[in-house]
């Protein structure tokens, strides 16, 4: 569902529902019966607490916390890869750190009362308990999401508490340790702002719907269906793992989860009809990417967007449509003149699934994804609806024997759900703390005025600061967090400067995304090397090529908004249309093909073209196609090959 997936999580363990099917007999089977009782646990607290309504807010997001963290610690044991590996010497510090969680939550519920006081004062309990919870989130995070986010937490606490040591912007005056636990513990900020509070109120019934479709097997259909789609198309496998994965994007959110899931089809598919190794697991990475930006679920930072803008969170999917098509668009253009440019043959027709049978079979698949993005549209709230989407997946597999949520799917499904739940959990929580710390120390504040100060009051400096800005705090933390702190401390600055409230926040979360493409630290790009045998490396940087319209999209929506469905109905038209025709141009630019194989002079003109036409100008339009109806004359002049000489004899 709607996450970043970190490395950890690849390699997070079996299942603890398959482990007590095999009735073995050690201490693990112990934590096996944990794992499975608290994520069932956990998926009937929310299921509860959507229908009946919540409890009183700090009750409901420390319980869903104190849920997670001792998950957190059962699914990623300290000093073992995963729960079923024999007990070491660290697994007392391992339970230590559950009975800091329960302790807190214990602790919490029994002072709750004093918490909703509206004249709270911290106590000298209250600050022990406090530093032991935020010592545990931080531990956790180090576990699930990796060091880079965890040391940007600490920094940033310690910064708060110590700003007079820091100098230049992060210099001011410091805050007392017991006043930040006061906030980040006692009261719905830090460990319980917003973050928190939207995985706890609707991320994690997402998460779960995500994982109850998973457990139908409707990965295998969105790979036939795909297959059945674009597999006879020139580079038919290229084009297999862009449908693909925008299919499974649809449920997952996540870049590595879709490599894991589509690559291992596609990947060999692409090598084995002449793709290179590294071409074929960069076209799987950057069209898994592509499923943190697709509707109707998105990535977990599209939730948290939805409550800065202020709107439902459906208006939010609406307006990421027609970019996240344009994304893919690119993504298929790309592979498309690249097979062109190689001469590949296409997937044979005796390999290739039927349509109507592929959709007959598996077609009702389909069904709660349909459902979800009606019960959206029909104004329920977002956590009602996938509480429905839920009971609706469980209806539908039994359509079926094969995709049927029997007692052991069912329980499986739950358990993934938490598995997935916890890295995002946690990964909010910790950025949680973060957001605490820029509001008390007032960082955010500077931020945004050192930006409009920087760029002179000129929109595109603020944009290119803001898209440098991501990709530093990419280098350490997933998508969601850059997200997080980028809305506070960027975003009111961008809004200043004239740029409408969901086209900053929708930038803002676009380079957030670009994190998980550009090296060193791309996750997905490496998985798909690691698929493929290829270097990962060199994946990276092909990967980061193939998906650079994910870096001028977003400047596509702010300098024309009506790409986020914000106009009228002719000016999204007519803007649609020239980004396309921008993409285009880009993509044959890039991969140095139109009819065929373009000149240099012919390449400029093509990339000259694709950015004009991402100006919000119809002069640069008509001049955009002026340019590209000049290329496409010249190689019709030249009489260009329409596919490459030296491989042209194996296409079908």
């Known amino acids: 569902m709607a996450i970043t997936v970190s490395d950890p999580e690849i390699a997070s363990g079996p299942s603890a529902v398959d482990w007590l099917l095999d009735r ?62 024999p007990l070491n ?28 006081d509206p004249g709270y004062g911290v106590t000298s309990g209250d600050v022990a308990v406090g530093t032991l919870l935020i010592v545990a989130v931080l531990e956790a995070a180090r576990r699930t999401v990796g060091w880079g986010l965890t040391l940007t ?23 007392s340790w017991s006043s930040m636990v006061e906030s980040f513990f006692g009261k719905e900020e830090g460990l319980y702002g917003i973050p928190v509070g939207i995985m706890s109120g609707v991320l994690i019934l997402f998460i779960v719907f995500a994982a109850f479709l998973a457990m139908t097997g409707i990965g295998d259909f969105f790979v036939k269906l795909a297959t059945a789609l674009a597999g006879r198309l020139t580079g038919g496998p290229a084009k297999v793992s862009v449908f693909s994965s925008a299919l499974l994007g649809t449920i997952s959110g996540s870049g590595v989860a879709n490599v894991m899931m589509d690559g291992v089809f596609t990947i060999p598919m692409m090598k084995r009809v002449g793709y290179g190794a590294t071409f074929a697991a960069a076209v799987e990475a950057v069209a898994s990417i592509g499923g943190q930006i697709m509707p109707p679920i998105m990535a977990a930072a599209a939730f948290i967007m939805a409550d800065f803008v202020g709107v439902p969170f459906r208006h939010v999917a609406l307006a990421a449509t027609i ?28 390999e290739m699934p039927s349509l109507g049978l592929t959709l007959r079979k598996d077609g009702y698949l389909l069904l709660p ?29 039994f359509v079926r024997r094969r995709s049927a949520l029997g007692p052991v799917r069912l329980l499986k499904a739950f358990e993934s759900g938490a598995r997935t739940g916890v890295t995002v959990a946690m990964a909010v929580a910790a950025a949680g703390l973060i957001i605490g710390c820029l509001f008390l120390s007032g960082i955010g504040m500077k931020f945004s005025y050192m930006l409009m100060t920087l760029s002179g009051g000129q929109l595109w400096v603020a944009l290119i600061y803001t898209t440098f800005a991501a990709f530093l705090l990419g280098l350490s933390l997933p998508t969601t967090a850059v997200y997080l702190t980028l809305a506070i401390i960027v975003a009111p600055g961008l809004v200043q400067m004239g740029v409408p409230k969901m086209a900053a926040h929708m930038f803002i979360f676009y380079m957030g995304v670009t994190s998980d493409l550009t090296p060193p630290t791309c996750l997905s790009p490496f998985a798909a090397a690691a698929i493929a045998g290829s270097p990962p490396m060199a994946t990276a940087w092909q990967a980061m090529r193939l998906g650079a319209v994910l870096f001028i999209v977003p400047f596509m929506f702010v300098y024309q908004p009506a790409l986020l469905m914000m106009g009228s109905w002719p000016e999204i038209f007519f803007s649609a249309g020239t980004a396309a025709f921008g993409v285009v141009c880009l993509a044959a630019g890039l991969q140095g093909w139109l009819r065929g194989r373009t000149t240099l002079v012919e390449r400029a003109l093509l990339l000259v073209a694709g950015f004009l036409f991402v100006a919000p100008w119809v002069v640069a339009d008509v001049i955009a196609l002026a340019l590209l109806a000049l290329t496409y004359g010249l190689q019709t002049l030249r009489r260009v090959p329409e596919v490459a000489p030296a491989r042209a004899a194996s296409l079908d």
């Open 89 to 116: 010497r660290w697994f007392a510090l391992d339970l230590v750190w559950i009975g800091i969680a329960l302790g807190a939550q214990l602790y919490t519920l029994v002072s709750l009362d004093r918490f909703v």
């Open 24 to 85: 073995r007999r050690d201490p693990q089977t112990v934590l096996a019966v944990a794992i499975v009782a608290l994520s069932l646990a956990l998926s009937l607290f929310h299921f509860y607490s959507t229908y009946f309504g919540q409890a009183e807010v700090h009750a409901h997001r420390s319980t869903h916390l104190a849920f997670m963290l001792i998950l957190a610690f059962l699914f990623f044991p300290l000093g073992r890869a995963h729960f079923g590996e």
């Open 369 to 397: 994804i349909a459902a979800l993005i009606w019960y959206l549209y029909q104004g329920f709230s977002e956590e009602m609806a996938a509480l429905m989407a839920i009971g609706t997946t469980f209806v539908v597999s």
């Open 153 to 175: 937490a600490i920094f940033f606490l310690l910064q708060t508490w110590q700003a007079d040591k820091f100098f230049w912007i992060l210099y001011g005056p410091p805050n």
């Open 323 to 350: 970019p996240a098509l344009l994304y893919f668009f690119c993504v298929y253009v790309t592979v498309h003149f690249e097979a062109k440019r190689l001469g590949l043959r296409k997937i044979p027709r005796e």
